[in-house]
């Protein structure tokens, strides 16, 4: 008999559960042995689910119980999870976790613990929710140098522009609507500005590059400034918004960058729309792969969550991950010194703004005149040419956006 412990009842540890029971047979099967959930640590009380007879509010029950061997964290938050996992894979009990802040910002010193305390610690359902992304990077494509990885990994502001743009909800209630399914953040901000963004993608160039990253270096804008009048605009050009993660490796140095982008619709990465993630590895030998589905939510994130329980359970202990970084790993982000792209530009109309605009920017592409409105997409710039050539303009910018 293997016994779990779960530390968190709210969306993911309450599908972690239901996963655990409703396919009980199967995982037992894949384990070879019997599973069972011993305890379920949470502040609160349960006593209208069906686990709530496991809930205990003390975490030293699960720490000093010799029986249980695998602790699922889904608690969310650096504090008290990062604690807690810190305890157990001292203890010898390996852990999983939905916690991307924990993995990105203590996930060097957890695997070093882990491998020095015969435990494992693994992360599949901190990114991209239920798609297999963490394994993938780590053993199928281990043959490969990976240049880069761009990829849309927040189904929160995923569905959020998505509803703007195909219904016309106001970001407000879009905002609600995710949260009411689950997908959100307990405070959405670090959905709506980007920085579990820029967790994720703080994991993923590790996976990658054998580099750790901080996630607060990293060059992050969110969505909070998009409208729908910008998601109409850009759907009428041919292009859809989404918040774009990007990170790559060049000349030993690693860059990242997570910001909202103009997607053809052409773009594999423009078609992805609700909660729905996309990453697309660009690597040596494979050349480029895409990753795809339900980024967040109960069910999808908790089958992450169990897949690495399985993991455990079923090759234990030969199965114990060496950490594909290490404490002599930590890198600089390197912003994109001469970074350049194409901008859709936004500026409030005045009767002489073309004749300026042309002046400033030369072409204009893509160039439309709505009342009081005038866009058009730039040559490709840097983006302090492009604060220099707006500031030059003189004239009231409505918002701008960069082209992937
Ligand atoms: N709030 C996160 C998202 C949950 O919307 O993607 C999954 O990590």
């Not at 602790?71 to 969310?76: I, L, N, Q, T």
């Amino acid at each position: 008999m293997i016994y779990a412990a779960l530390l968190g009842l709210g969306v993911v540890g309450s599908g972690t559960a239901e996963v655990l029971t409703k396919n009980k047979k199967l995982i037992e099967k894949k384990v070879g042995d019997r599973v069972e959930i011993k305890y379920i640590l949470d502040l609160r009380d349960f006593p209208d689910s069906p686990f709530g007879t496991l809930v205990v509010h003390d975490f030293s029950c699960i720490l000093n119980d010799p029986q249980v061997t695998v602790v699922a964290e889904m608690m969310g938050g650096a504090h008290p999870a990062y604690d807690f996992t810190k305890s157990c894979l001292l203890a010898g009990k390996s852990v999983v976790t939905s916690n991307k802040e924990v993995v990105a910002t203590y996930g060097t010193e957890l695997l070093r613990i882990a491998a020095e305390h015969g435990a494992a610690y693994l992360f599949e359902a901190s990114v991209g929710g239920g798609i297999p992304i963490i394994r993938p990077l780590r053993e199928d494509l281990a043959p490969n140098h990976v240049s880069a990885i761009s990829g849309i990994l927040n189904g929160t502001t995923n569905y959020i522009l998505t509803q703007m743009e195909t219904e016309g909800t106001p970001f407000d209630e879009a905002l609600k609507q995710a949260q009411s399914k689950g997908y959100a953040e307990r405070n959405p901000s670090a959905d709506i500005d980007g920085l579990d963004a820029a967790r994720k993608a703080v994991i993923l160039a590790a996976m990658a590059f054998g580099k750790r990253l901080d996630p607060n270096a990293i060059p992050c804008e969110g969505i909070t400034t998009i409208t729908a009048e910008d998601t109409a605009l850009a759907r009428s050009m041919g292009y859809s918004i989404k918040l774009i993660a990007h990170t790559e490796q060049a000349d030993g140095k690693i860059l990242a960058m997570v910001s909202p982008r103009l997607v053809p619709l052409s773009n594999p990465l423009g078609g992805i729309n609700g909660v729905f993630n996309g990453i697309l590895v660009t690597a040596d030998m494979v050349g480029q792969v895409m990753f795809y589905g339900p980024g967040a939510g109960k069910l999808p994130t908790a089958s992450a969550v169990v897949s690495d329980m399985i993991d455990i359970m079923e090759h234990s202990p030969s199965g114990i991950h060496a950490p594909v970084w290490t404490d002599a790993d930590e890198a600089d982000v390197f912003e994109f010194p001469g970074y350049t792209c194409a901008r859709l530009l936004v500026f409030q109309a005045t009767a002489s703004a073309l004749d300026t605009l042309t002046a400033r920017f030369g072409s204009l592409h893509s160039l439309q005149l709505a009342p009081g409105r005038l866009s058009f997409v730039t040559d490709p710039l840097s983006e302090a040419d492009t604060d220099q050539r707006i500031s030059d303009c003189g004239l009231p910018l409505v918002s701008r956006i960069r082209l992937l």
